[in-house]
């Protein structure tokens, strides 16, 4: 058995290569849940339906958000009449948050998200980190500001002096996965408000430091691949840099995937982890995916 901890961009793409070389009923993925509220009347649990959609292959991989070729007819009229919204949420994943949000009258989160999964044919077991709302403020130049407010209204622009969220409690499972793992995968996922969030939760380190745990660099040089990461690091206080993401790990970590444009790193790495696998992590096609999971996969020992 595999477990991943996943956000919703890096590691859902290196999702799509492991989906291809490991049987999914022996995945188990914990999304986090940091950034989920409700929008415009529905819950949205933004990295747990990526990850849904992607193992489903309903996934919109150019933006790593909602349904593929989904329209967009209530968005639209949303602002015709005068109730705009933050998200762009397309009609087709609209009803999946809707099917979710009605679900949640009756059940928990990780519950709503089990159904859904098995509704969308899913085997693998896709448990979100925690069925508690998180809450989370951007601390920028120009104030505090909530997470999706940083993110979409301000584009991510302003200066970030420090990233806050509160403590939240596990789901049910999480720990007995880890447990039970061959291997735990942590995806190249933002490390502040992607990872560090499931490594927050009571008892996930601890079980992290008795398991063979692998992690892929989502910082290649001294940037994101895509999104804020490198300003959260930045605000934190980390080293923008591979460097500085097996230093995150550093407790419980056995082996890291690093880039191959950081091949110089390797030296400075391997003082923070034994073993330092090195090699294209871009992940532009799903070649590129396969590749990089089946290399993560042939390194469990
Ligand atoms: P979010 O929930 O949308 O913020 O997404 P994640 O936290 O899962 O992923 C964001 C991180 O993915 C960023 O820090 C990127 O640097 C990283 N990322 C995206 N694509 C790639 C890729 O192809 N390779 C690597 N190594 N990192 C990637």
Same mark, same amino acid.
């Given at each position: 058995m595999i477990t991943v901890l996943s956000g919703g961009t890096g590691t859902p793409k290196l999702l799509q290569g492991i989906k291809e070389i490991v049987d999914p009923s022996e995945l188990t993925i914990v999304v986090n849940t940091l950034e989920n509220d409700y929008f415009a009347g529905v819950y949205v649990s933004a990295d747990i339906d990526t990850v849904l959609y992607t193992m489903s292959d309903l996934i919109n991989d150019e933006l790593w958000?909602?349904?593929?070729?989904? /329209?967009?007819i209530t968005h639209e009229r949303l602002e015709e009449i005068?109730?705009?919204?933050l998200l762009r949420i397309g009609d087709k994943d609209r009803a999946t948050k809707i099917q979710k949000t009605l679900l949640m009258e009756k059940y928990d989160l990780a519950k709503a998200c089990e159904i859904q999964a098995k509704n969308m044919g899913l085997a693998c077991n896709i448990i979100p980190m925690s069925n508690e709302n998180s809450d989370i403020k951007i601390v920028t130049d120009i104030g505090e500001l909530e997470f999706h407010d940083f993110l979409i209204?301000?584009?991510?622009?302003p200066e970030v002096l420090d990233v806050k969220f509160s403590k939240v409690k596990p789901c049910e499972g999480i720990i007995d996965a880890i447990n039970k793992s061959d291997a735990v995968i942590i995806g190249p996922?933002?490390?502040? /408000?992607?990872?560090l969030p499931i490594l927050s939760l009571d008892g996930v380190r601890d079980a992290l430091k008795n398991a063979y745990v692998v992690a892929v660099s989502p910082i290649i040089g001294n940037d994101s691949?895509?999104?804020?990461a490198s300003k959260f690091m930045k605000a934190m206080g980390i080293d923008v840099s591979a460097v500085g993401v097996a230093s995150l790990y550093d407790?419980?970590?056995d082996a890291i995937v690093i880039d191959e444009k950081d091949d110089d790193k390797k030296v400075k790495v391997n003082q923070i982890i034994n073993k330092v696998i090195v090699t294209n /992590?871009?992940?532009?096609n799903l070649d590129a995916k396969k590749n990089l999971a089946e290399i993560i996969i042939e390194n469990i020992p």
């Open positions: 958000y909602g349904i593929k070729d989904d /329209t967009f005068g109730c705009g919204e209204k301000h584009q991510s622009e996922s933002n490390p502040i /408000t992607s990872i691949v895509s999104g804020p407790d419980f970590l /992590t871009i992940m532009n």
